[in-house]
Antibody, heavy 116, light 109 residues
């Protein structure tokens, strides 16, 4: 069974750093891209970027380039999304999704709350 | 970056009725790389349609997609109670941004 399991909810202060994770199982992790998608409270979906776990090649949406970093460790079938300095506006649900054609299997989401 | 527009914003229908959702792109979507997702409150999105018209695994045949170029449609032939949700289109053919539309909410009339 294909599964993407994300790390748990986080509460952080502005300026803090954070890395959330997405662990794939039930399929060949290096055969599919992993995309990250943001959903701010009560809002729609925003595609942030993706990584090819086989070689860590990344694409970013222009809206997120330079604000987040996507990485992966293929030895443990895990992708990451990280921030070096969080802002209150980063408060959102973040989803990872497996992507060969369109994103097909999705993680359960990680809620990130940034508040002073 | 391709901008997607969805209409209507909200669709109020009764179970058993037909739903027609529209997704329009600001420029042609490469090779019909257009997908549709369903999202219910508190849940992750679920892939319904990819390649504009191919149903994802396990998706009932009451869901169908059509279109090409800049105009795409998701049709739900007969609404079931579990179909009331928000629907998003996404283009994944044009890097760098695989943009989503703003969504259409299908609610119970």
């Amino acid at each position: 069974e294909v599964q993407l399991v994300q790390s748990g909810a986080e509460v952080k202060k502005p300026g803090e750093s954070l890395r959330i994770s997405c662990k794939g199982s039930g399929y060949s992790f290096t055969s599919y891209w992993i995309s990250w998608v943001r959903q701010m409270p009560g809002k729609g979906l925003e595609w942030m970027g993706r990584i090819d776990p086989s070689d860590s090649y990344t694409n970013y949406s222009p809206s997120f380039q330079g604000h987040v970093t996507i990485s992966a460790d293929k030895s443990i079938s895990t992708a990451y999304l990280q921030w070096s300095s969080l802002k209150a506006s980063d408060t959102a649900m973040y989803y990872c999704a497996r992507q060969e054609i369109a994103p097909d299997y999705w993680g359960q989401g990680t809620l990130v709350t940034v508040s002073s | 970056e391709i901008v997607l527009t969805q209409s209507p914003g909200t669709l109020s229908l009764s179970p058993g009725e037909r739903a027609t959702l529209s997704c329009r792109a600001s420029q042609s979507v490469s090779s019909s790389y257009l997908a549709w997702y369903q999202q219910k409150p508190g849940q992750a999105p679920r892939l319904l349609i990819y390649g504009a018209s191919s149903r994802a695994t396990g998706i009932p045949d009451r869901f169908s997609g059509s279109g090409s170029g800049t105009d795409f449609t998701l049709t739900i032939s007969r609404l079931e109670p579990e179909d009331f949700a928000v629907y998003y289109c996404q283009q994944y053919g044009s890097s760098p941004g695989f943009t989503f539309g703003p969504g259409t909410k299908v609610d119970i009339k």
